[in-house]
């Protein structure tokens, strides 16, 4: 069942939820080509935590049994053995398989040779290509093909899994690629799905766990098969640019840019790629909505895009579009910026002291000092913002000069004696 076919019918659910009596699901982890920095996001991960999934403690989803080569506390052949199972169809449960890193193309070797392996030819299942000597390692990629034939499911966690990432750059001999495209087009796993992706380098932990528990939901029935976009990814996650939710994208608006790394400023002119980039790390934060990159004052340099790592390289560098924007920006946000800070300087200012000569704080600018360009723009920004509408600026106008005592006293009132303002008898400190 595609996504199509499931969006058509989303409540359809053609396998049932798991048996009650036995709600465990078991998630396979395979390390392909890429460097760990999925699996330190996947601990990262809080919403939810990998801890809250295996212990069960999530609301209908099923207590996760998490096989993972670096995290089990078996080795050798007792960790194995569940992956075999697995792949023979003897586990006696359903399972999910989580990639990590890409597969690379040792599949052309004739023989033996490999990138990434999993286990000794002594732990392979039946019918897997296992050649020459018990201890000769066996392929992830075969591993790979022979676990997503009966998987609930199949997870790309990385951009190395999901597109081929740093693996499959220029000059890398390996001939990575990613989960998709080994497992191929039509790829269905045994609840119908394609393979999901979760790209990013390294991905948000929270990305992963987020998606993994909606997909358990899912087959639990409790909720619709979620969107995913064309590329396979969680569309709630990936339709939105970086520029959109980022935090400096109001300095690019007003043509405002950093000229190295760590400046407040916006990035796109020391290659930031963020108006381009389909990500939520702006959003989202890297972990427990804190951090990310360009929080940090880093420049997106489109890490979760299928294009990444060469098409957004050399990072140091421009985005070749970005002078284009970047001058328009100049121009009409400079503009705009100038007009906003008359606007923010009138708002930084009380109107009680607005016809004062003489202001008591730091909040108010005397009568006479006010610049031509500040009187202009108030009569006029004030005369479209309350038109149609309650004249506030008027209704000001008409209030009652308060009387500070600091004002009395620059008038000459002698402040060491009780004082009437505004009909009330105003006592001296001495006096209370
Ligand atoms: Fe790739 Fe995973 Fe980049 Fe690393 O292992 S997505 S190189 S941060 O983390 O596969």
Redo the contacts with the bound molecule.
Sequence with gaps: MSYDEVAADPLSNPVGGPDPDDNIIHLFWL???????????LLAANRPSLEEMVLGTVPRIPRIILHHPMLDDDSGPDFMSAYRQAVEGTLGAPYVVVL???IPDDQSFPGEGYFAALGVAADAPQGMRATGRPDQPLRVSDWAWAMARRAEACFS??????WG???AAAGNITGSMGFMDYLGREYRSARGLPVVNV?????IGDNFTETLMQVLLYFDGAVKLPEFDELGRPEWMFAETVHRHCMKAGYYEEGVFAHEPGDNECLVEIGCWGPVVQCNITERGAINHTGGCMIAGGACIG?TMPGFPDKYSPFYKAPPGSAVSGTVSRIYGGGIRRLRRLSMTAGNHTPIWDRADHIPSAWGIAAGQKTPAQKVNAYFYKKLQYKGTVNHSARNKKQPQPGSRDILKQKGVDMSASVPVLGERVVTREEL
Excluded: L, V
């Design positions: 390390q392909g080509m890429g460097c760990d920095g999925c699996t330190t996001a990590e890193g890409s966690i990385g951009t190395c899994a999901t990432g740093i693996p790209p990013g380098c390294a991905p890490c």
